[in-house]
């Protein structure tokens, strides 16, 4: 019997960035997960107000996502857990579980570092989930990176286009 656990996985990257809160806050406000992850994102309040571009988000707003190279009916819901408004930020990522993103320094760097956890454990999951999600936030990570250390988006915009790692 494997002793692999499939319920989690953790991805990091380190990204030359002005601060931690420039970080932070490319996750929390609608303009900055838009700038390297998202096509449209809403975040929302508890009243169902929606939250402005550069607002930072707060634990129990919910959310609306969409990404490039996919059609609208290609939507993500979910809820703000967690969130400090300075380095620590969570979300529960629909059936897929739940992602706690830290930024720190580490060795003169500033880490940012992804763990998705509560993932379901079924043959389904497993391959949906833990190996698709993985492989996706290894990208946007990827894609995080390239935007703010040279500013090239690595996204695939065009829809036609299907099945690529970048979309």
Same mark, same amino acid.
């Given at each position: 019997?494997?002793?692999?656990?499939?319920?989690?996985?953790?991805? %990091? !990257?380190? !990204?030359?960035? =002005?601060?931690? #809160?420039?970080?932070? +806050?490319? @996750?929390?406000?609608? *303009?900055?997960?838009?700038?390297? $992850?998202?096509?449209?994102?809403?975040?929302? /309040?508890?009243? *169902?107000?929606?939250?402005?571009?550069?607002?930072?988000?707060?634990?129990?707003?919910?959310? +609306? @996502? +969409?990404? $490039?190279?996919? *059609?609208?009916?290609?939507?993500?819901?979910?809820?703000?857990?967690?969130? =400090?408004?300075?380095?620590? $930020?969570?979300? +529960?990522?629909?059936?897929?579980?739940?992602?706690?993103?830290?930024?720190?320094?580490? /060795?003169?760097? &500033?880490?940012?570092?992804? &763990?998705?956890? =509560?993932?379901?454990?079924?043959?389904?999951?497993?391959?949906? @989930?833990? !190996?698709?999600?993985?492989?996706? @936030?290894?990208?946007? &990570?990827?894609?995080?990176?390239?935007?703010?250390?040279?500013?090239?988006? &690595? %996204?695939?915009?065009? #829809? /036609?286009?299907?099945?690529?790692?970048?979309?």
């Amino acid at each position: 019997m494997s002793s692999f656990d499939w319920s989690r996985f953790t991805v %990091r !990257i380190n !990204i030359n960035s =002005n601060s931690i #809160e420039q970080l932070y +806050r490319a @996750w929390a406000t609608r *303009g900055g997960i838009e700038y390297w $992850f998202l096509r449209m994102s809403e975040y929302s /309040q508890p009243n *169902g107000s929606l939250r402005g571009d550069d607002e930072p988000v707060q634990k129990g707003d919910t959310y +609306r @996502w +969409r990404w $490039f190279g996919y *059609g609208d009916e290609v939507t993500e819901t979910g809820e703000i857990l967690d969130c =400090n408004g300075t380095d620590f $930020f969570k979300f +529960r990522f629909g059936e897929a579980g739940d992602c706690s993103v830290r930024i720190y320094p580490e /060795q003169n760097e &500033l880490i940012v570092e992804l &763990l998705q956890d =509560n993932i379901p454990t079924d043959e389904k999951a497993k391959e949906m @989930w833990h !190996i698709g999600c993985k492989t996706g @936030w290894t990208f946007y &990570l990827a894609n995080m990176k390239s935007l703010f250390e040279g500013g090239i988006d &690595l %996204r695939n915009k065009n #829809e /036609q286009l299907q099945d690529m790692i970048n979309a």
